[in-house]
């Protein structure tokens, strides 16, 4: 298959864009690496080791994206047999693994279906009355979505949630700049894995180039791995959405494919 000549913008925090753009380096194609969303340790994580400490108190512990499977990890020596782990995607699944938590080690639940991978598809997987009456903690960012643990709630669940990282528009310096301005003179394609990454794209557009630059991002290709991207991609005027499945083996053949 002919490859583009396109530059492809890989827009996820550093550390996990690495390994998808050295793959796709490594088959000859310009991926970049722009982090549209800056992942910071928490100032203070009292409470998050308090929290840690009773992990047994839990019949299941949700970790809502590979971030926080990092940060908890860095304070947890065991995990306890007994409690179940959720995540919603193949990476988390993945993130799990390098601490050591494997199938053979916990009941690890996680969405069915690879193409959609969120709140949403892992409470289709949950056994919700079985978790009546019991406790479930969810791990997250300072800020981000209500809907797991809202969804718990209406179902008789006792829900904690605890803050494990934040997580914000990075820095705009002369760099990143430079680096933006260049993206949108090649003409890039984006990945985007955040609806909230997408909005500071556009924020960052307006400040550091103009309107004209921003109406030609909107005739860039997306691509993006979930249908609530696709929808606020298309509230802000995008046309061209490559939609593909979560984790990067699907983001790999999608950013091969591209017309």
Request: aromatic share 4%; charged share 25%; net charge negative.
């Amino acid at each position: 298959m002919q490859q583009t000549d396109r530059p492809v913008a890989i827009t996820r925090p550093f550390a996990q864009a690495e390994p998808l753009v050295a793959r796709l380096r490594a088959l000859g194609i310009d991926a970049r690496i722009f982090p549209l969303l800056d992942i910071q340790p928490l100032a203070d994580t009292r409470e998050l080791r308090a929290v840690l400490e009773r992990l047994p108190e839990y019949e299941m512990v949700a970790f809502v994206s590979p971030n926080a499977i990092d940060a908890a990890f860095e304070h947890i020596n065991h995990w306890p047999a007994a409690v179940t782990a959720a995540v919603v995607g193949e990476g988390s699944r993945l993130a799990l693994a390098q601490h050591g938590l494997t199938p053979d080690r916990a009941n690890i639940v996680s969405p069915i279906n690879l193409q959609r991978t969120d709140s949403e598809t892992l409470l289709e997987v949950l056994d919700l009355p079985a978790l009546a009456g019991k406790k479930v903690l969810i791990i997250r960012a300072e800020t981000g979505r209500e809907l797991l643990a809202d969804r718990l709630r209406e179902a008789g669940i006792q829900v904690e949630q605890v803050a494990a990282y934040r997580r914000g528009p990075p820095e705009i310096n002369d760099v990143r700049t430079s680096q933006l301005l260049d993206l949108l003179a090649s003409g890039s394609d984006w990945v985007i894995t955040s609806s909230e990454a997408l909005r500071y794209l556009k924020e960052m557009t307006l400040e550091v180039a103009d309107a004209q630059a921003w109406a030609r991002l909107q005739m860039s290709m997306l691509i993006v791995p979930h249908e609530r991207i696709a929808l606020t991609a298309e509230e802000l005027g995008f046309q061209r959405l490559l939609r593909t499945g979560s984790g990067d083996e699907a983001l790999f053949a999608a950013i091969q494919s591209r017309p």
